[in-house]
């Protein structure tokens, strides 16, 4: 056997404690034979005081010992943070239950009976060096997990903090350009109305082209600031009447449903824990993009919604132009158009607008259309106690 020092890192090591020679020198010896490499402690201190020096792999530790016996010694290493997840197993000539009991009690994770069988003490020490393997392995995936969690959650932070001050920019921004913008929009009407035929054919184009740039302007920063109050401006969710919201929005829409011939309907729907007036500007936008994205018919448009395991479904079906499958996600996402102004006018918000209040509500929002057979835009509420249709 070898004396003290420092642990060979490519043999497992065993530290063997034993109040008598002969058993140190011939369990040493086995386990050398068998490839381990093997350090002994003649009684408890000594073997208390090698376990902290050496860090064996594991510890064979013998119960009855003058002056500091085995279950004491176990104590001690299990009471130091140095040895404590060492793995100690018991060699004792004690067969009561009791004996074994408070073996298990400080802290050993098995035992071997006197007189000792070799294949069972190398049986047992391989088992419980595996297992100590595998917890080492486990703390350190447990380790890696919870720093992997905590740098999400610092990246989640900081990502919310980013967006919670540019939603504050952008309503800001929006609500502050809103009047000077009112003002060069006012005043170029009134320079339109003015001079509309008294200057060159040329002058009337140019104010024309100024004139529908302010209204697309205002049109762009009213959308904005309606985005950015989704987050900014939100109220609390409470019992709201999905019903109500969708005939407010229809009575808003009436001017756009006349001209066009639209025919709106819906079924019954439900009550929901939410923000009203967002969802009165969701089923608002879903109806108009129904009326606007129309074909050569009227449009028809359908409201209708679902009981789910987890709340509700709603869907919005017409029957305009639809959409290719490979622009469904692209619509949902802030100034994307499928279409030119002259087409079809619009900022390219409305459906960003849509899933953004969605995604607030903890909801996803999709769309199940065919080109030229019409769409279906789907959304889902989740359900909090609220009521049926």
Known sequence: MRPVEPPDSTAKTILIVDDVPANLEVVGRHLENHGYRAVVAQGGIEGIERARLVQPSLILLDVLMPAVDGFETCRRLKANPDTRDIPVIFMTALTDTADKLTGFEVGAVDY????????????????????????????????????????????????????????????????????????????????????????????????????????????????????????????????????????????????????????????????????????????????????????????????????????????????GIGIAPEYFERIFVLFQRLHGRREYPGTGIGLALCKKIVERHAGRIWVESTPSAGSVFKFTIPRRGDGTP
């Open 112 to 319: 071997v009976t006197k007189p000792l069988n070799g294949a069972e003490v190398l049986a047992r020490i391989g088992t419980h060096l595996q297992l100590a393997t595998l917890r080492q392995q486990l703390e350190l995936q447990n380790t890696q997990l919870r720093q992997e969690i905590a740098a999400r959650k610092e990246v989640q932070a900081t990502l919310l903090r980013s967006n919670t001050e540019l939603e504050q920019l952008a309503y800001v921004a929006s609500h502050d350009m809103q009047e000077p913008l009112r003002m060069v929009a006012s005043y170029l009407q009134l320079v339109a109305q003015r001079y509309q035929g008294k200057l060159d054919p040329e002058a009337d184009e140019f104010i024309a082209f100024a004139v529908d740039g302010a209204k697309r302007m205002q049109a762009l920063i009213n959308d904005l600031l309606a985005y950015s109050r989704v987050g900014t401006k939100a109220r609390p969710f409470a019992p709201t009447d999905c019903a109500t919201l969708v005939d407010l929005a229809v009575a808003d829409l009436r001017i756009a449903i006349e001209e066009s011939g639209a025919r709106v309907t819906r079924g019954p729907l439900p009550m929901v824990m939410a923000d009203g007036m967002q969802m009165n500007h969701l089923f608002q936008n879903l109806i108009a993009n129904a009326i606007k994205f129309h074909g050569k018919e009227p449009p028809q448009v359908r409201i209708e919604a679902e009981a789910t395991d987890t709340g509700w479904c709603f869907s919005v079906r017409d029957n």
